[in-house]
C-alpha cells in the first residue's frame, strides 16, 4: 500500500500527537477487513498522476482535523474519496484528468476534457445518517425495517449536495459532472436495489444531469443519470441511458 502508507507516514510527521494512525500496520495485520478497505483507496490513489497525487494528499492532511461525532476523520477520508472519480474520469477516456489545488475560493475537485472542452467535476461524499451513528453506539438490537428504504431526509441531504457540487462547478464553467459516494447506513447493500430504484426516481423528478453516484467502496455498484457529455469510448458507458 505504498500511498496508503505515505501520507500516514506525512500525517505522523504533521500530527505527533494524534494517535489514530497509531497502530495502523498491525491492526491491517489484524483484521483482513481494515486491511481490504485501505487496499481499496491505495489501488486508486495509485492511479492519480504525480501533481494530482501531491495536491490531493495536501487537500487529505489540512482536512485531517475535521472530525464528526462518530465518524472520526470525516474530512480526511473524504478527500480521499476524490481518488475514486479521478480513476473513473481517466478509466472512462477523458483527456487531460487533473484535481485541482485547493486556494480559499469557491472550485470543483477536478478538471477534465471532453473533445478539448474544459470540463469539472466536484465529489461529494454522504456518509452515515446521525441515526445510524446512534444506532451503533447504542449497542441495542436494531430493527432492519430501518433500512427498508431511503428516508426523505437522506434524499433531502443528497438533493443539497448536488446542488452544492453544481454551483462549486459552475463557479468555473458550465460543464461539468457530479459525483458522488453514498456510504449508506446498510453497510451490507441488502436493499440496494430498492436504494437504486429510488435514487434514479428521484434524479429524474429533480431533473439532475450529469450525476454519477457510486453505491459503497465495494465493487462497481454505480448509477451515472441522464448523461449529456458526446459518445467517445463504447467501453465508457457515458452515453447509457438509465431504463
Known amino acids: 500500500m505504498k500511498?496508503?502508507?505515505?501520507?500516514?507516514?506525512d500525517l505522523r510527521y504533521r500530527y505527533p500527537r494524534d494517535d489514530f494512525f497509531s497502530s495502523f500496520e498491525e491492526s491491517c495485520r489484524i483484521s483482513p477487513e481494515k486491511r481490504y478497505y485501505y487496499?481499496?483507496?491505495?489501488?486508486?490513489?495509485?492511479?492519480?498522476?504525480?501533481?494530482?497525487?501531491?495536491?490531493?494528499?495536501?487537500?487529505?492532511?489540512?482536512?485531517?482535523?475535521?472530525?464528526?461525532?462518530?465518524?472520526?476523520?470525516?474530512?480526511?477520508?473524504?478527500q480521499l474519496n476524490e481518488a475514486f472519480a479521478y480513476r473513473y474520469l481517466v478509466r472512462s477516456g477523458f483527456d487531460d484528468v487533473r484535481l485541482i489545488k485547493e486556494e480559499g475560493r469557491t472550485s470543483p475537485d477536478i478538471r477534465f476534457a471532453v473533445h478539448k472542452t474544459q470540463n469539472y467535476c466536484e465529489v461529494k461524499t454522504l456518509g452515515m445518517s446521525d441515526d445510524e451513528i446512534n444506532r451503533r453506539s447504542s449497542h441495542n438490537v436494531i430493527d432492519g425495517e430501518v433500512y427498508v428504504a431511503l428516508s426523505d431526509g437522506f434524499l433531502n441531504k443528497f438533493s443539497d449536495a448536488?446542488?452544492?457540487?453544481?454551483?462549486?462547478?459552475?463557479?468555473?464553467?458550465?460543464?461539468?459532472?457530479?459525483?458522488?459516494?453514498?456510504?449508506?447506513?446498510?453497510?451490507?447493500?441488502?436493499?440496494?436495489?430498492?436504494?437504486?430504484?429510488?435514487?434514479?426516481?428521484?434524479?429524474?423528478?429533480?431533473?439532475?444531469?450529469?450525476?454519477?453516484?457510486?453505491?459503497?467502496?465495494?465493487?462497481?455498484?454505480?448509477?451515472?443519470?441522464?448523461?449529456?457529455?458526446?459518445?467517445?469510448?463504447?467501453?465508457?458507458?457515458?452515453?447509457?441511458?438509465?431504463?
Open 39 to 78: 487496499c481499496l483507496y491505495n489501488k486508486a490513489l495509485m492511479e492519480l498522476d504525480d501533481d494530482s497525487w501531491e495536491i490531493l494528499k495536501d487537500k487529505a492532511l489540512r482536512h485531517y482535523l475535521d472530525h464528526r461525532k462518530g465518524q472520526k476523520k470525516q474530512g480526511f477520508f473524504n
Open 162 to 243: 448536488v446542488a452544492t457540487a453544481r454551483k462549486q462547478i459552475q463557479a468555473w464553467g458550465p460543464n461539468g459532472l457530479v459525483y458522488v459516494i453514498v456510504l449508506f447506513d446498510d453497510i451490507a447493500l441488502d436493499y440496494y436495489q430498492t436504494y437504486r430504484r429510488q435514487l434514479i426516481k428521484f434524479a429524474q423528478n429533480r431533473g439532475f444531469e450529469n450525476l454519477f453516484i457510486k453505491m459503497g467502496l465495494r465493487g462497481n455498484r454505480s448509477i451515472f443519470h441522464n448523461p449529456l457529455f458526446p459518445r467517445i469510448a463504447d467501453k465508457s458507458g457515458l452515453s447509457r441511458r438509465i431504463p
Open 3 to 9: 500511498r496508503i502508507h505515505e501520507i500516514i507516514r
